[in-house]
């Protein structure tokens, strides 16, 4: 089955997810329908000047390459670079910065991207702005030394919405790059690139692998200048995906659209339990009808995702449903097939500044949760008998 780029190109999303993997034919790898695991750390030349096009896997692999080449083709980007973590993607493209030049972000983000922000990127010299970009005027922020801005939509873990298009248009103007962490939405539901947006980032681990068994990142682009930069600094700094991480994240990749799918029909259904709950003070999440975040989902994006944000009536509360919930892992990450919740005060965040953590909502009654692909009846009936049994809740509600 060869097909030509174009055509290729054209192919529904859920059919590119597995189908990169026969563009050039079965017949190179002995027919095999899974792409190999090319496990080796160098590679041998033919003699003195020619090359198989390999090296040392530092440098590239043909199993991560592969997989570059499927998650640049889901958010339709000229060339993808897979890393060993989220976290590895966002430093190596935090170094094509130099001491000195400044970067608007929102203000709600992944505790992790703070941490780095704060105590390595300023450390070098890197000078950062946090705003709420869902709703304070982005160019009102804008300096002379400013390079870039940088935001996730849906924030993390407050699920705000960020108009890609308006904050494009904005950069554009100033001659900024916009960089959009899509790890929330995946390609599968947003291409930020598509919007406006120069640079898209992924915590591979997440809905791009979905099984929470490893760990990847990646670095989107369709600029072929910062693309050169990128490839220069992987190799130079050795933050490259492993082979076997690769393959297991093109396997994950073949149920992306199922997954999905499956993941944000139960989160509609979560939530609307979750409505009915008096000890539950708030829910944020794109998906609710009358809201801003719901308007802008609909024109930017293809779905609303399966996070979600919810917010009881007290600490205690929070502890207790941590702790009573069964089939509901209380864990880090998310976008796997299993269920998590997360408590945001003390895990992903606890290292943002106190103020700042209060100012965006993150207060230690909020929990965030990643919905999985189990029965949705079966996640309620856990959530439900958590909350049930909180003698908290019985003495002021039964």
Known sequence: MKMEGCRFMSLDIDTKCLHIESEEGYGEH?????????????YAH??????TGFDYSRLQNPTRQQLEKMVAALENGTDALAFSSGMAAITALMEIFKPGDHLITDADLYGGSIRLFDNI?????????????????????????????????????????IDIERVAAIAKKHDLLLIVDNTFLSPYFQNPLNLGADVVIHS???????????IAGFVVANRDDILEKLRFIIKTVGSGLAPFDSWLILRGIKTLGIRMERAQKNAFEIVKYLQSEPMVKNIYYPGIEGTESYEISKKQARGFGAMLTFEVESAALT??????????????????????LTY?????????????????GITDCVLRMSVGIESAKDLIADLKYAIDSYDGYKAQYI
Request: charged share 25%; proline share 6%.
């Open 30 to 42: 002995y027919g095999s329908i899974t792409y190999p695991i090319y496990q080796t750390a160098t």
């Open 204 to 214: 591979g681990t997440k809905y791009l692998g979905g099984h929470n068994d490893t």
């Open 121 to 161: 990127n300023l450390k070098n010299g890197i000078e950062f702005t946090r705003i709420n970009c869902s709703k304070e005027d982005v160019e009102g922020y804008i300096k002379e030394n400013t390079r870039a801005i940088y935001v996730e939509t849906p924030t993390n873990p407050m699920m705000r919405v």
């Open 319 to 340: 502890k207790h449903i941590l702790k009573y919930t069964k089939l509901i892992p209380f864990a880090e990450s998310l976008g796997g097939v299993e269920t998590l």
């Open 46 to 51: 033919p003699e003195v000047g020619q090359s």
């Open 344 to 360: 945001p005060y003390t895990q992903t965040h606890a290292d943002v500044p106190e103020e700042e953590r209060i100012a965006n």
